[in-house]
């Protein structure tokens, strides 16, 4: 079964500027995870989607936003870059349920903002 | 608020010894525990977990020990190998909504010496 698919790998944008990821969940899994990572903060949850609908939200501001489609691939977007957006940006699917954790993760997209 | 964290960031072992990663969690409401795995260039990767009627669970070289009296996790890594060399995160997961999101410590370095 292939894993979270993530893309892209690496992007290098300037300030002002707006970006889109995407990511490709796990055949099967109906949740879809959005988190950030960086040195010093750590991972930071971002915002959940289930069935195409938003279930869960993190503290980001309105920059970052995402959507998720009906064959569960999500993608998320972050308008108006700061310098403070450079990070690691996590993907991670699963079944959804209580019952059906763990997280599984992609390999992430790293955002460099310049 | 509440949080998880780590008490060691960095550990380092010789090849073959066994390692004890610990981590503190403050949610005494917490009742699903995650341990991950991330290398570099890579998304964090399950290992384990263990749910709070638990307090002792075996997996293929790790085991992960939970006491919930002192809030504390643990992770065992018997015969540690090179390719154990990461960094571990412990995760705590709560349930809004019916769905999981984990919140996740900063992160143990492994190093690991042959």
């Known amino acids: 079964k292939a894993g979270v698919t993530q893309t892209p790998r690496y992007l290098i944008k300037t300030r002002g500027q707006q970006v889109t990821l995407s990511c490709s969940p796990i055949?099967?899994?109906?949740?879809v995870s959005w988190y950030q990572q960086t040195p010093g903060q750590g991972l930071q949850f971002l915002f959940e989607?289930?069935?195409?609908?938003?279930?869960n939200k993190g503290n980001f501001p309105g920059r970052f936003s995402g959507r998720q489609f009906s064959n569960s691939r999500s993608e998320m977007n972050v308008s108006t870059l700061e310098l403070g957006d450079s990070a690691l940006y996590l993907c991670?699917?699963?079944?959804?349920?209580?019952?059906?954790?763990?997280?599984?993760f992609g390999n992430g997209t790293r955002l460099t903002v310049t | 608020g509440e949080s998880v964290g780590l008490h060691l960031p960095t550990l380092s072992v010789q090849e073959g010894d066994n390692s004890i990663i610990n981590c503190a969690y403050s949610?005494?409401?917490?009742?699903?525990f995650i341990w991950y795995k991330q290398e570099s260039g890579k998304g964090p990767q399950f290992i384990i977990d263990?749910?709070?009627?638990?307090d002792k669970r075996q997996g293929q070289r790790v085991t992960v020990l939970l006491n919930k009296t002192v809030k504390h996790l643990s992770l065992q890594i018997a015969a540690t190998q090179p390719g154990d060399s990461a960094v571990y995160f412990c995760?705590?997961?709560?349930?809004?909504?019916?769905?999981?999101?984990?919140?996740f410590g900063r992160g143990t370095s492994l190093i690991v010496h042959p």
């Open positions: 949610n005494s409401a917490s009742d699903y």
């Open positions: 989607y289930f069935s195409e609908t938003q279930r």
């Open positions: 995760a705590e997961n709560s349930s809004p909504g019916g769905s999981y999101i984990p919140t």
């Open positions: 055949s099967g899994h109906r949740s």
């Open positions: 263990i749910r709070s009627n638990m």
């Open positions: 991670a699917s699963s079944g959804g349920t209580p019952d059906n954790s763990p997280l599984h």
